[in-house]
């Protein structure tokens, strides 16, 4: 059956029809959205920040009427490339239901009943109430949250001057598990040399969705030259529909494939042995616990035939080491993520491609880089810090078990909050303070967090727009925009030193401000101000760039600065060029014509740890990565899974109108087979349901998804806050998730079973 172009967009969506927007409170605008904009008319170098990636841009005020957004040209990796969602930022700042003017709430939390305050009274009130708190019981009854990023560090810094050690990101309901798994192995992540590589294994991660710009076009880049790219996704995602192959995997299925791999890997001598006893400690222990994992093994718990893991194991072992499999981003699939992501970097370790290309590398600040260089090629940038800080005796809320060393140290378990707010696990939370997050969309198990927030006695919210969860709070702190601010000079090195800077591009719309300056201010009205020693956003980057006023000029001139050649330690022309740019590089070169004794891992033993005794000491069987299948759902019930849109971020987005008018409808995938078993067509209104909650939405009948499994993007189904149709319409995935974490990596599990009936 043939389906026209037009009517698949229509089907998933994706549409340019126009959509209504209620308005928010009244008297929080104060400004028109199509005659006020103010600022600079040429292009004005920045970043983006309509997703987390920030890619680096140039934007300028177009006719006071609009604002034109480019990639920065500065930033080769970059150019003028940007996405749909980098685009969109001028809807963001001039949309008229954005929240400009400090708030209150009146009446119950929630129920959407504001009035217009001062900053003054803002901050006289929110001090006050904080104090009393402290007071009453602790600074560590105060929890601070905040979107990960560049101004999350202000946040935290208020709450390390007022005496609380509870500051949380959204890292444990996104990107933690990655990263702590890398922590556990490497003693810190690896990035992806993409561009060059060979042969690739996608696990989930869709950079075609998930976009971030630079490493989306490496995916690319990598095809068409040539590349082959195998997914393995429980539905037909966008990489999977561009993949040389894909199999529908089973969810949870991750793990045994990789460990099946990696058997094979082992049994078959594909890999490189003097990188293994080079690099990695534990390797003994890992062909113990490979033994049993084999192909036919894998293929019963993951659906993926025998014989098409051992081909693609030998596939991608002769393309090595200029081969990879990618280690993902997104969020926790099951309590499986430590040891799958683990996984995931012990078979790109037995394929030796690390510092190699196409493979993976270790970051290279200045620092290191000059190091190696002999000389100095790249400025070092000074760490701000403040003396005399309170020093903090109370254990984090989420310090409930020694297993949690790692997430404590990157970005917190946020999910407890729930745990001590509700049952006082260590202890209980009485107050709330959020920066650019959105917790009500984002962590399992909305109705806990509902509950959260009906019983504490405060909640703050800075935001840009009324998101679910800063419809819930007492107070409402309106920011700038990211085209709106100035902020700290960024460390975004690569294989070589690199530099970034976000700018004011637009005079900032109504009484909003950089939330960087609201904690500052609500700092000193806490009587704070001994921890303030800079005025203003120029004072920090001065102080950063240590005076140096032509290093201040240039990055303010090109937002963008790249210093030196891209540097693999293992690749010997890699290493070849680095010297003739370097002569006194010569003495780290090895006899092999490579770096590889500079080569080092921050862990216990210097080495990539196959197998970690510390990890092991503080949970008992994961010292090495092994299955331990836990299950997922009921029996008759069918796996719910969840994703990315390309023109979302996950909930940060559907407030915006040229994306909410983009995709506003956001229907549930369903296999045809599996929707004749239930009488439901194509467009019917339908029930998901489990112990959790029941979210209604329409059926997108497909088969490009498993028989036993649902999908939907995330950020949809919103229960308060501002309304679109992109917020509203769909399923709240959080209403039907859990409350359940990952063991080590404390990351929310996003995969849980549903029910599913005709409306």
Not at 42 to 67: D, F, G, H
Not at 443 to 465: F, G, H, M, N, T
Not at 573 to 592: L, R
Not at 647 to 662: R, S
């Amino acid at each position: 059956m043939s389906i026209s172009r037009r009517s698949f967009i229509k089907g998933i969506g994706i549409s340019c029809v126009g959509c209504s927007l209620s308005s928010l409170p009244p008297g929080a605008l104060a400004f028109d959205p199509i005659n006020s904009l103010k600022g600079s008319s040429k292009l004005t170098p920045s970043l983006c920040e309509m997703c987390s990636y920030r890619c680096p841009i140039e934007a300028q005020v177009v006719n006071n009427k609009t604002v034109f957004i480019q990639g920065n040209r500065n930033a080769e990796h970059q150019h003028s490339r940007v996405c749909a969602r980098g685009g969109s930022g001028v809807s963001l700042v001039n949309d008229p239901h954005r929240i400009i003017k400090p708030m209150k709430h009146k009446g119950p939390r929630g129920a959407g009943e504001w009035e217009v305050i001062s900053w003054e009274q803002a901050y006289s009130e929110i001090a006050e109430k904080m104090n009393q708190i402290k007071e009453k019981h602790g600074a560590e009854s105060l929890v601070f949250s905040s979107k990960s990023g560049s101004l999350s560090s202000h946040l935290f810094h208020l709450a390390n001057a007022f005496g609380s050690p509870n500051t949380f990101t959204h890292a444990s309901t996104c990107p933690a598990g990655k990263a702590i798994a890398a922590s556990v192995m490497m003693g810190g992540d690896l990035a992806m040399d993409l561009a060059n590589s060979r042969y690739i294994l996608s696990f989930g991660h869709n950079l075609y969705e998930g976009i971030e710009v630079a490493e989306t076009h490496e995916l690319m880049t990598a095809q068409e030259r040539g590349a082959k790219l195998v997914s393995f996704d429980p539905r037909l995602s966008v990489v999977s529909s561009k993949a040389d192959e894909w199999f529908a995997i089973r969810p949870g299925g991750d793990l045994p494939v990789l460990m099946a791999m990696c058997h094979i890997m082992v049994k078959d001598n594909l890999y490189d042995k003097a990188f293994i006893e080079k690099f990695t400690v534990g390797f003994p222990e890992l062909v113990e616990i490979l033994q049993d994992t084999t192909p036919e093994w894998a293929q019963i718990h993951s659906d993926v035939p025998a014989k098409d893991i051992i081909r693609i194991t030998h596939e991608i072992a002769a393309k090595a080491p200029h081969a990879l499999a990618m280690p993902g981003h997104r969020a926790t699939f099951n309590k499986e993520e430590i040891n799958m992501r683990r996984m995931i970097f012990i078979l790109n370790a037995l394929l030796s491609n690390i510092e190699r290309e196409g493979g993976m590398y270790q970051k290279k600040n200045a620092t290191k880089y000059n190091k190696l260089a002999g000389i100095d090629v790249a400025p070092e940038l000074a760490k701000l810090t403040v003396k005399n800080m309170p020093e903090i005796t109370a254990q984090r809320i989420d310090a409930t078990a020694p297993q949690f060393k790692y997430i404590n140290k990157g970005g917190g378990i946020v999910q407890s909050i729930i745990d001590s707010t509700l049952q006082g696990i260590p202890y209980q939370t009485k107050a709330w303070i959020m920066s650019r997050h959105n917790p009500f969309q984002t962590i399992s198990c909305r109705p806990d967090v509902e509950k959260v927030a009906q019983q504490l006695e405060l909640i703050v919210s800075c935001d840009v727009y009324l998101s679910e969860s800063a419809a819930y709070a007492d107070y409402l702190l309106p920011e700038t925009t990211y085209l709106e601010r100035d902020e700290e000079i960024s460390d975004v090195s690569g294989n070589n030193p690199a530099y970034a800077l976000r700018q004011k591009v637009i005079e900032p719309i109504g009484d909003t401000k950089p939330s960087w300056l609201i904690w500052m201010e609500l700092g000193k009205k806490l009587g704070l101000d001994n921890y303030y020693p800079w005025e203003n956003m120029g004072v920090r980057q001065l102080y950063q760039v240590k005076g140096n006023e032509n290093l201040y000029k240039e990055i303010h001139k090109k937002g963008y600065l790249s210093y030196g050649i891209p540097l693999l330690l293992r690749e010997p022309n890699s290493v070849k060029t680095f010297v003739e740019n370097y002569p006194n590089a010569i003495q780290h070169v090895d006899d092999n014509n490579t770096m590889e004794k500079s080569l080092s891992f921050k862990t216990p033993s210097g080495l990539i740890e196959i197998y970690s005794e510390e990890l092991e000491s503080r949970l008992e069987n994961y010292g090495i990565p092994r299955f331990h299948n836990f299950p997922l759902k009921e029996k008759d019930e069918l796996y719910f899974i969840q994703g990315k849109v390309a023109v979302h971020t996950n909930g940060a987005t559907q407030y915006v109108p040229l994306l909410a008018e983009l995709m506003w409808k956001n229907p549930v995938w369903l296999h045809p087979d599996t929707a004749k078993r239930h009488g439901i067509n194509h467009g019917d209104e339908i029930f998901l349901e489990n112990s959790i909650g029941k979210e209604k939405a329409h059926a997108l009948l497909t088969e490009g998804i498993r028989p036993d499994t649902v999908f939907v993007y995330m950020g949809s189904g919103a229960k308060a806050g501002a309304k679109t149709p992109a917020t509203t319409t769909g399923v709240h995935c959080g209403n039907l998730l859990s409350h359940e974490i990952s063991p080590v990596s404390g990351t929310d599990v996003h995969t849980s079973g549903v029910r599913i009936s005709r409306a």
